[in-house]
């Protein structure tokens, strides 16, 4: 559909899993992750664990780290942690990489009598005499992978992994294999995502030891500077221009939380009409709609995250406007000192809260406390208007 005059598309996606257009900061752990690439010397990085809070941009990083494995011919095997990985990657994701691969690497692989090929080197089958593991079909690939003229090895990256007992029994198994595969000498780099806990959930599985010497990659906020640059890149590779006291609005704000800042420009871009220039009355409109915006899609999610104990914690936290005494939230708590730092150190690892100076803490998200604080006030609200837990049903005659 042609469109109008002056509107321009926002070059801004907010939402999960949308590629941002300008992807902020992270420069050198990604130049780091191309080197393996292009070099197969892994180093450290046979395994890369990478956690952050929701909205922190852990898929947009999956999405890169995969574009430079295919940019230096890489096999790329991505799927997220739900039910049945193993068997769709192994029934489906390998069988069409396969149809992908040279004639003389599917010629390589014939030898190795683990699937079958018509005489043009069509996939047909898996030998069903051998029983499939992972591990073999992982080796196999990278032996021949190794032998083409640009050697290559395989990528796999897991998305969305979460803690429910089944998936990481599925989860275990699959990075065992996956362990074998390596040890074995194959070119595998494999790279989990997923909140913080999750992720030690996994690790603390029992064939995931290997996962211990991950490279880890801990996503928090980008820094002012890289929020100033996603923004104003976006804006301009968008066509329009932006004021400079817009522009320090919208950084200062979206404090660097990549779903915000998606949100703050896309609500500034659209705010502006047709203008060729967003101006501050644009980013102050954008304010209020962007953060009603990530509290309801992104920190009700992050909050929901949270064991009920947690919950409890920064419940007792957002009493506060500003930061909380430790020894206020054991007494609003009620329960013991120990318990409650046990609590604090988990929520500052998994990065919703930092200490601030002896004996405090303040939420490391930005606008964390405030949601808390008007579910609370609304829940209340609720209650008082309809009013019938006053009038509880009476049993039922039967
Ligand atoms: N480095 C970045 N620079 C700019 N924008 C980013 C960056 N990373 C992510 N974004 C934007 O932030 C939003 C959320 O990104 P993404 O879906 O990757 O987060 P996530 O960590 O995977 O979230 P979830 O835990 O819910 O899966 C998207 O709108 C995306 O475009
Ligand atoms: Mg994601």
Redesign the pocket.
């Known amino acids: 559909m042609p469109l109008r005059d002056g509107y321009e598309p926002s070059p801004f996606?907010?939402?999960?899993?949308?590629?941002?257009l300008?992807?902020?900061?992270?420069e050198t752990e990604l130049a780091e992750l191309s080197d393996v690439f292009a070099s197969l010397d892994f180093g450290e990085n046979h395994s890369v664990l990478i956690s952050?809070?929701?909205?922190?941009?852990?898929?947009?990083?999956l999405a890169k780290i995969q574009d430079s494995a295919l940019s230096n011919g890489w096999l790329v095997i991505s799927d997220d942690a739900s039910a049945g990985l193993m068997d769709r990657v192994m029934e489906t994701t390998i069988p069409s990489l396969l149809g992908g691969l040279s004639p003389e690497a599917r010629a390589r692989l014939t030898g190795l009598g683990i699937w079958q090929f018509t005489a043009h080197w069509e996939y047909v089958d898996r030998h069903r005499e051998v029983k499939p593991l992972l591990r073999r079909d992982l080796v196999a690939l990278s032996t021949t992978l190794a032998e083409s003229k640009q050697p290559a090895g395989i990528l796999i990256t897991i998305d969305?992994v979460s803690s429910g007992k089944v998936r990481l029994r599925e989860l275990s198994r699959f990075a065992l294999e996956v362990s074998h595969a390596i040890s074995e000498g194959a070119n595998v780099m494999v790279v989990f995502?997923g909140?913080k806990v999750d992720l030690n959930a996994l690790v603390e599985q029992e064939h995931t030891t290997f996962l211990r010497r991950s490279r880890e990659l801990d996503?928090r906020r980008?820094t002012p500077r890289e929020t100033r640059h996603?923004l104003s890149e976006s804006i301009r590779i968008g066509g329009r221009s932006i004021t400079e006291d817009a522009l320090n609005l919208l950084v200062t704000f979206s404090q660097g939380y990549?779903?915000l800042?998606?949100l703050a420009g896309d609500y500034a871009w659209r705010g502006s009409g047709t203008a060729a220039t967003i101006a501050l009355a644009d980013a102050q409109s954008a304010h209020g709609r962007a953060i009603t915006a990530v509290e309801r899609r992104v920190i009700s999610?992050v909050y929901q995250d949270l064991s009920e104990k947690d919950q409890e914690f920064v419940k007792a936290m957002a009493v506060d406007e500003g930061r909380s005494r430790m020894a206020d939230i054991i007494q609003r708590m009620g329960v013991s000192d120990q318990y409650v730092q046990v609590y604090k150190k988990r929520l500052i690892e998994s990065g919703y809260v930092q200490a601030d100076g002896r004996g405090h803490v303040v939420f490391s998200l930005p606008y964390l406390g405030d949601y808390i604080r008007s579910t609370t006030t609304e829940a209340e609200g609720v209650a008082r208007a309809d009013d019938w837990d006053r009038f509880p049903p009476p049993a039922v005659p039967r």
């Open positions: 996606s907010p939402g999960y899993g949308r590629r941002p300008v992807f902020g900061g992270h952050g809070l929701r909205g922190a941009g852990k898929t947009s990083m969305e995502a909140i996503f980008l996603v990549p779903y800042v998606q999610r």
